[in-house]
């Protein structure tokens, strides 16, 4: 596939409060942005699984963002504290699993930050598309832990 | 086998423009599950709610899809369509292909394309759906007013005279506020103290309202309609019960030199004070850190007799007690008003103008104190360094607002209009006085307020500077303050004696610890933030705790008592309900597979799990569903996936991904 006309799948984990608000305010405000995104809502960034990110990137996902409020203005107190200990770990495994930890990105969107929204996702979009997909290399590396992952996952 | 409708809003034109709905509603119709799929101009209209309705009947479909706007703009809409139609109001998920996509993405195929993922991935989570059924939790029919300044005093005489049960706390000696330290009040010139004091003395009358003042609020617990709150009682020092407020004891207090708060450092006040002549209630309080008798107890309790008594012998009551301990009491509320007010920036940051440094700056509360008739100099205005009545008086505006240097980039809103009126309120003090205005711009909008800006200008000669200041310095025995009129283009250099900042509003300097304890969210300034600015202007992000006066941000005087009689009326509609429905998208856990490791107790933001014992001894998790919020940090740490969260279960999340990414490209 040539590097231009690669389009990178990314998901995106969205806090309900903050993030995920402030995507609508970039909606309610017209702010155009890389279309890659695909949101799924979440309560809280602390509800976020780090098995749902290796899930992402098994299932295909070049990149995957986590947003959550700005630390110090959780809606459930103290939740994307947990979620940024959590994501820091995170990083560091996704570099034992051969996935370059820049495929992560865990940021904090608050519902007042339309504009800031649309950047942060165009930004890492295009972080995306420069790196290219997600190597088979790293793939055949995620499914050969992923046996174990996968049995995690399925509940 | 789930029976699964989809129904995709065309929002007028709003997302017809740039998604093919038609494509989408066709494409989502042959996804797994679905047996109905339609599309229609604005499905939130009757008719539209209708179809969904009928659509439900005739395809006997268990749970909906909705592609339209926000589930936050329309879900209660679309819950309670599907309810009326027999369905349980949770069995619906809105698809957002309008916020999220047809009003970010101009070109109509990847609009189109990404609304089909958005739909198929709302159709995928709806599989997992299970119907929910909230808890019903009783209400507490009482309510918590934090702060006893005006916003305080109107929203909990509003609520008490309604017959509703109000305790107002106040971390100060008295109620007033900022109100009280007020010499007039713009535009109508009313005198602050005769149209508020009155007021005051209600709220201490009023048989439904308990007042506690130099109290603070410790801890919030609980949630809406059960609120469970610690008041912390600072000691006065002075047995309220007893105090008749004859004020013997202040007369007689050796320690008369200390600044006083109230009159911004103006004048002075003994060590048993109390703020103000008129103060509510009438009980004065020891300052603990200035008072030698209490300081000779603190370094030395077993002490039988404290240094110094003068208070306790001339006391006719005996309502003296050195001894008095802090105490805390605890209260159950069904709502919470906060109206803890603002703060004033502090000047200083401007090295500039001199705060401090010349006592002849001064800022515009001490203005307030100087022109009150009840302030240290009787309201004579005299300066600071000599005594002496100044003439020649600047004033600087926008001290602390409108500058991004200062981290205060916005407008504070009542500065312009105090500053018109110390204009023209000390021209009516002397009519030898002149004024000279710096301003940036004058912002005056509200009933009179620009005719009194003009008043101020025209009748009252007062001299409005366009631009800033860059220094003030002292020349012989007056000050002068160099500065631009950017109107002119010229530097201008004018002799004061007098130099007046009109400091801005900020929060309260513990706003955020404020808002912790109550667990509701605020901005980069620190102001509180309401729920939505325009439609939910008095409710915080929590549900029970409303908000008033200028902990939002900037106000005057009418627009804090408006707030505060609007969350009175949100706060009586809270609480005239016999019950209220508690969260249903609460987590459970699965006892049965629950290792007892309590990793959940320590994340849950809420104190919601519980341990249970089973049988032969084992411990497991249990959530209070009265208590749980529904945030999933528990799912999330539970080591053995033994919780889930209703709504957003593993198993839900996780299809959203999989009929995203394991499918080929959608079309």
Not at chain 2, 221 to 232: A, K, Q
Not at chain 2, 511 to 522: E, H, K, N
Not at chain 2, 630 to 643: E, N, R, Y
Request: hydrophobic letters at 40%.
């Amino acid at each position: 596939m040539p590097e231009t006309s690669f389009e990178p799948r990314v998901v995106g984990f969205l806090c309900n409060w903050c993030s995920y608000a402030g995507a609508n305010l970039a909606g309610t405000s017209r702010i155009q942005y890389a279309p890659n995104i695909r949101i799924v809502r979440v309560p809280c960034s602390g509800r976020v699984d780090p098995l749902f990110v290796v899930k992402a990137f098994q299932a295909g996902a070049d990149g995957v963002m986590v947003l959550g409020c700005h630390p110090g203005d959780c809606h459930y107190r103290d939740g994307n504290y947990y979620t940024r200990r959590r994501f820091t770990l995170m990083h560091a495994f996704l570099t034992f699993l051969g996935i370059d930890e820049r495929r992560l990105k865990i940021d904090w969107v608050s519902a007042a930050e339309g504009r800031r929204f649309a950047e942060v996702v165009t930004e890492f979009t295009e972080q995306l598309s420069q790196m290219g997909p997600l190597s088979t290399q790293a793939s055949v590396q995620v499914s050969a832990g992923g046996d174990q992952i996968r049995e995690t996952v399925s509940l | 086998m789930a029976r699964i409708g989809v129904f995709v809003c065309h929002c007028g034109s709003n997302i017809a423009n740039t998604v093919d709905v038609e494509q989408v509603a066709d494409i989502a119709g042959q996804a797994p599950d679905v047996v109905f799929s339609t599309d229609y101009m604005f499905m939130c209209s009757e008719p539209g709610q209708n179809l969904i309705q009928e659509a439900i009947r005739e395809h006997n479909l268990d749970r909906v899809v909705v592609a339209a706007c926000s589930p936050t703009m329309h879900f209660r809409t679309f819950s309670g369509a599907i309810q009326r139609a027999g369905l349980n109001p949770y069995m619906l998920e809105m698809a957002n292909i309008r916020e999220q996509c047809s009003w970010v993405h101009a070109d109509k195929a990847v609009g189109t394309d990404k609304s089909v993922d958005i739909v198929t991935m709302a159709v995928g989570k709806t599989r997992w759906f299970e119907p929910l059924f909230p808890q019903e939790i009783g209400v507490t029919r009482r309510a918590l007013v934090i702060g006893g300044g005006i916003a305080g005093i109107q929203a909990a005489l509003d609520i008490a005279d309604s017959g509703v049960e109000v305790v107002l706390v106040e971390r100060s000696p008295s109620i007033g506020g900022k109100m009280a330290q007020l010499d007039k009040t713009f535009p109508t010139l009313d005198c602050s103290g005769c149209i508020l004091t009155p007021r005051m003395t209600e709220v201490v009358q009023h048989s439904n309202i308990t007042l506690h003042t130099w109290s603070e609020v410790q801890e919030v617990r609980g949630f809406v309609g059960n609120f469970e709150v610690d008041i912390l009682h600072k000691p006065r020092y002075v047995d309220a019960t007893l105090c008749t407020g004859c004020g013997e004891c202040l007369a007689r207090c050796p320690w008369q030199k200390i600044p006083s708060e109230f009159d911004e450092g103006m004048g002075t006040r003994p060590a048993i004070y109390r703020p103000f002549p008129q103060a509510v209630p009438n009980v004065p309080v020891i300052d603990a850190e200035q008072c030698v008798a209490i300081k000779s107890l603190v370094e030395d309790p077993e002490r039988e007799k404290p240094k110094c008594g003068v208070c306790l012998k001339f006391c006719p009551r005996d309502a003296i007690d050195f001894r008095q301990q802090p105490t805390v009491t605890t209260e159950e509320f069904g709502a919470i008003v906060l109206a803890n007010g603002y703060s004033l920036f502090d000047p200083t940051a401007y090295g500039e103008y001199g705060y401090g440094r010349y006592p002849d700056v001064i800022t515009s509360i001490q203005m307030e104190r100087l022109m009150n008739a009840a302030g240290p100099t009787d309201g004579e205005v005299r300066r600071p360094s000599d005594g002496k009545h100044p003439r020649s008086i600047v004033f600087l505006a926008c001290v602390g607002s409108r500058d991004e240097r200062m981290g205060r980039p916005y407008c504070s809103k009542i500065c312009c209009m105090y500053t018109a009126k110390h204009a023209i309120m000390l021209k009516e003090h002397d009519p030898d006085v002149q004024s000279y205005v710096f301003y940036i711009d004058v912002r005056a909008g509200g009933k009179g307020y620009e005719e009194f800006v003009r008043r101020a200008q025209e009748e009252y000669g007062t001299c409005y500077l366009r631009g800033r200041v860059s220094k003030v310095y002292p020349e012989g025995n007056h000050l002068v303050v160099m500065g631009e009129d950017t109107l002119m283009g010229m530097p201008v250099r004018v002799e004061a004696d007098l130099v007046v900042l009109a400091t801005g509003v900020q929060p309260q300097p513990d706003a955020g610890d404020v808002a912790r304890i109550l667990g509701i969210s605020y901005d980069s300034y620190g102001f509180i933030n309401e729920s939505h600015p325009k439609l939910n202007p008095v409710e915080s992000n929590t549900a029970g705790i409303f908000l008033a006066g200028s902990t939002i941000g900037p106000k005057d005087i009418p627009e804090s008592v408006s707030q505060a009689s609007a969350a009175a009326a949100k706060v009586l509609g809270l609480l005239s309900q016999p019950s209220l429905l508690g969260e249903a998208m609460t987590a459970l856990v699965d006892r049965s597979r629950c290792a007892g490791c309590f990793a959940c107790e320590d994340i849950c933001p809420y104190q919601a799990i519980e341990r249970v014992t089973l049988g032969y001894g084992r411990q497991a998790a249990e959530v209070n569903e009265g208590l749980c919020k529904g945030c999933g940090l528990c799912v999330s740490a539970c080591l053995g996936k033994v919780i889930t969260l209703r709504g957003f279960s593993d198993q839900a999340l996780l299809e959203e991904l999989n009929v995203l990414l394991l499918e080929p490209e959608s079309a």
